[in-house]
């Protein structure tokens, strides 16, 4: 069956413009996450989705970044006014939603800022 | 808090030589662990998970891993390894009290030469 999805797969922005990313899950997964990976920074987690909800976004790293799931599936992540230490691949991920199951992550969209 | 340290950035090793990915974590409460691969180009992929029972969990493509509580580790092991397994190897932990979001470690890039 279909994986998680991601588009752009690449995005080069000038700094100070928004941009939206956005994050296909597998069909009938209630969970969703974002994660960053910068060069030798590993994977950073961004924020969770139960459902349209966001319990946890203690990973957003200022308030210039947001993110919305709409109808239990699709996820965008906006960041506004982008800066150049942005610049990093956006994974997504999804999972059935029961605790510690498996997270499937998409291909990431790798986001440049000029 | 938690957090996970891979204290080999690189592991350069021949095939069909044993390898060992070392990843020590950090927690003050019950641990979930994990350990994912990326392959070039390509997302993040489960290779195996501890969550309870068996201290010993065998994984995809012939890896395994031991969790170690008095060690705080969870090394990850192959017997045998292959040019296919030329990879980057993320261990990852979660368990955070209502927290779902995984903490990875900064990863291990495996190379493996002929």
């Known amino acids: 069956g279909a994986g998680v999805s991601q588009s752009p797969s690449n995005k080069v922005t000038e700094k100070g413009k928004d941009v939206e990313l956005r994050c296909d899950p597998i069909s009938g997964h209630t969970a969703l996450y974002w994660y960053r990976q910068s060069l030798g920074q590993g994977l950073e987690f961004l924020i969770y989705f139960q459902g349209n909800s966001a319990p946890d976004k203690s990973g957003l790293p200022s308030d210039r970044f947001s993110a919305e799931r709409t109808g239990g599936s699709v996820s965008t992540l906006t960041i506004q006014r982008t800066q150049q230490e942005d610049s990093a691949v956006y994974l997504c991920?999804?999972?059935?939603?029961?605790?510690?199951?498996?997270?499937?992550f998409g291909p990431g969209t790798r986001l440049t800022v000029t | 808090a938690q957090s996970v340290t891979q204290l080999d950035s690189q592991v350069p090793v021949f095939e069909e030589a044993p390898v060992e990915l070392r990843c020590n974590y950090s927690s003050s409460v019950s641990v979930y662990l994990f350990w994912y691969v990326q392959y070039p180009n390509q997302g993040l992929q489960l290779l195996l998970k501890y969550l309870s029972g068996s201290t010993l969990v065998k994984g995809i493509n012939g890896f395994e891993a031991e969790f170690n509580k008095s060690q705080t580790s969870f090394h990850l092991r192959k017997p045998s390894v292959h040019i296919s397994d030329t990879a980057e190897y993320f261990c990852a932990v979660g368990g955070d009290t209502g927290r779902r979001a995984l903490t990875f470690g900064s990863g291990t890039r495996l190379q493996v030469q002929p």
């Open positions: 991920a999804s999972s059935l939603g029961t605790a510690w199951d498996e997270q499937y």
